[in-house]
């Protein structure tokens, strides 16, 4: 597609619920990117995907947090047993290495855990 | 990656050009200043970036110091379009050069105001 589509754009969950957040990167794009955004903050690096690899995962709060890419294209965020501290903006960015140049980001998924 | 200083909210006029300044006084002679910008309930837009030389593209103009430690984006005629928070971000280009060279290290921000 022409961008990086992330889905669905405004999630409500439960305390205790399971999520899972879609991003469709941009076709080709071979390194993929999720970010946290808290409110009034700057993203915060959750984790790196090169292909299918996850090279980092070093950015994830917690173990309840968990990133998948298994074909190198689409990715999958999942956050198990939320909690209120996991509400905030998860955006996804793809590029097509990481020999600089830029980033190309998705709109984001609004978490609100109640 | 160094650590960028930006002040965290400035006006512009419409018209007028939007000067937005950066420090990143202990930038590594390998790290290059990157622009992104997030505009209310979106993600980040690149914007820019450069190594040691002033860059200019469609949307703006970067202009590094000499001695690399700060830099200025230049936006040349600012509209209501362009309030968003911007970021000045330094990171290794070029390849793959240990964890976290590829990633992204995001501050606050500028938080720019267009004024009609």
Redesign the interface.
């Known amino acids: 597609g022409a961008g990086?589509s992330q889905s669905p754009r405004y999630k409500v969950a439960k305390r205790g619920q399971d999520v899972a957040l879609r991003c469709d990167p941009i076709s080709g794009h071979v390194?993929l990117?999720w970010?946290q955004q808290a409110l009034g903050?700057?993203?915060?690096?959750l984790t790196?995907f090169q292909n299918e690899a996850q090279l980092?995962k070093?950015?994830l709060p917690s173990d309840r947090f968990f990133a998948e890419r298994p074909e190198g294209s689409v990715s999958t965020l999942k956050i198990q047993r939320t909690q209120q501290e996991d509400s905030a903006v998860y955006?996804c960015?793809s590029s097509l290495g990481?020999?600089?140049?830029?980033?190309?980001?998705?709109?984001?998924t609004r978490l609100t855990v109640v | 990656d160094a650590k960028t200083t930006q002040p965290p909210s400035m006006d512009c006029a419409e018209g007028r050009a939007a000067n937005l300044p950066c420090n990143h006084s202990t930038i590594s002679g390998n790290e290059y200043v990157y622009w992104y910008r997030q505009i209310h309930s979106q993600g980040p837009q690149y914007i820019i970036h450069g190594l040691k030389n002033n860059e200019t593209n469609e949307m703006a103009s970067l202009i590094i110091t000499e001695d690399r430690k700060s830099s200025t984006l230049i936006l040349p005629h600012a509209t209501l379009r362009d309030t968003a928070v911007y970021y000045c971000i330094v990171r290794v280009a070029g390849g793959y050069s240990g964890a976290g060279s590829y990633q992204l290290t995001f501050g606050k921000g500028t938080k720019l105001s267009v004024i009609p």
Do not use: H, I, K
């Not at chain 1, 903050?41 to 690096?45: I, L, R, V």
């Open positions: 990086v390194s990117f970010y903050q700057g993203p915060e690096f790196y980092d070093s950015g955006l960015a990481n020999r600089g140049g830029g980033y190309t980001f998705g709109s984001g």
